[in-house]
């Protein structure tokens, strides 16, 4: 038969209406009956109980779909990628569990036809692990730990003349109650599987991602605004031109700023640390290797080695560098291991390869609100499985 995604989604698509004719029937037989493979992934599509559970992560991802134009849009699924869903109508099919979905929604709400219930034959829900969520650990100036998640909204603790609270949002918010004299410094630290919103006293705000560090003051004074970093963040500087904002990442990157929007990354089981400019200006350095970005640049550097000039890229691909704040993973033609780094962080699993990395690359878009299970089986799809094993995932080829 014509394999293609096109076919097999309107093949779907009439088999959950009850509509096939008799050579879509036997196309379809035909397909089945050509491996066990094929079997197992028009079960897992048409199953009732993976069309709800995906539904409603299709709609976390873009919640202003129409539904009714998604058929029409399904683009060619390129060899070794997977394109799970963009913020663009033209690409929101660009899988064909998209097009069952839209199959589905349209039975429920009808009524016309009932969808047979076929257990799916994978593993990976039995073993699920939940996506991260806010979860981060403030340490003050005399070493008292605050669990975040654990406390109420309202007054934390004062440090000095400064008064930290927690907004009814779950925000951290940092306000100085009159002249600072004395300077303290805090902590705030996201676990794997964690992320946290601060706003600092200047009034810059700060997003952080999973496995991250950052270590400020409780009050700016003097001539600059430092703090430091290890992880990611995006921070959204306020502006201050008699007083610059520096990050200094543990790996060596500094980013100065007077006011502006960028992202820094700086991990160190990544092979470079990278600044991402949203807006305004910033000078990056490296050692003694400075380069000023513009809007849409990204500056790179080899990860904890200062002998190393900065790399400028002009053409950055800034949707993908702050995905992770915008509640999605993107991917830009990433190989598997970049993929599974970002996977180990969110979902705070350990990822272990059975024998040879599969060399396959992915470009795409998905929710990080997925359990582990959804979105795993989304990259199976093109020929990688995977075990989840407690909090380890194991990539099999």
């Known amino acids: 038969m014509n394999s293609s995604l096109h076919n097999l989604s309107e093949l779907a698509f009439k088999y959950l209406k009850g509509e096939l004719d008799a050579v879509e029937t036997e196309e379809l037989n035909a397909y089945l009956a050509a491996s066990p493979d094929n079997r197992l992934f028009f079960e897992k599509l048409t199953s009732s109980d993976n069309l709800n559970a995906n539904l409603e992560a299709v709609y976390a991802v873009d919640s202003n779909a129409m539904w009714k134009d998604i058929v029409a849009a399904t683009p060619k699924l390129q060899k070794g990628r997977i394109f799970i869903l963009r913020n663009s109508l033209k690409y929101a099919a660009a899988v064909i569990l998209i097009a069952a979905l839209v199959a589905y929604l349209f039975i429920s709400r009808n009524k016309k036809a009932e969808v047979a219930t076929v257990a799916p034959h994978s593993t990976l829900g039995q073993n699920d692990i939940p996506p991260g969520g806010n979860r981060a650990i403030l340490t003050l100036s005399g070493g008292k730990r605050i669990v975040l998640e654990s406390v109420n909204k309202g007054s934390l603790a004062m440090q000095g003349k400064t008064a930290i609270v927690k907004t009814a949002d779950g925000q951290l918010t940092y306000d100085a109650q009159g002249p600072v004299t004395d300077v303290y410094y805090n902590t705030v630290s996201t676990p794997k599987g964690g992320q946290y919103q601060l706003k600092l006293s200047d009034g810059s705000n700060v997003w952080m991602n999973a496995a991250s560090v950052l270590h400020f003051p409780t009050a700016f004074t ?125 979902y705070d699993v350990e990822v272990s390869y059975d024998d040879r990395i599969p060399e396959k690359r992915f470009t795409g878009r998905v929710s990080r609100n997925l359990k582990a299970s959804e979105l795993l089986s989304g990259i199976e799809y093109v020929g990688v499985h995977f075990k989840i094993d407690g909090k380890k995932i194991l990539v099999l080829p």
């Open 222 to 346: 003097g001539k600059e605004r430092l703090v430091e970093l290890d992880g990611e963040a995006y921070f959204e500087v306020a502006k201050n031109a008699n007083m610059p904002f520096i990050v200094r990442s543990k790996n060596g990157m500094i980013v100065k700023v007077t006011g502006t929007q960028f992202n820094m990354m700086c991990y160190s089981e990544e092979n470079d640390t990278r600044t991402t400019l949203i807006e305004g200006a910033v000078i990056v350095s490296n050692g003694s290797s400075e380069a000023r970005l513009k809007p849409g640049q990204q500056a790179l550097s080899v990860t904890g080695n200062i002998n190393t000039p900065v790399r400028i890229n002009t053409d950055a691909d800034v949707e993908e560098a702050i995905a992770w704040k915008n509640g999605v993973f993107q991917f830009n033609n990433a190989d598997l291991k970049t993929v599974m780094r970002q996977v180990a962080r969110w």
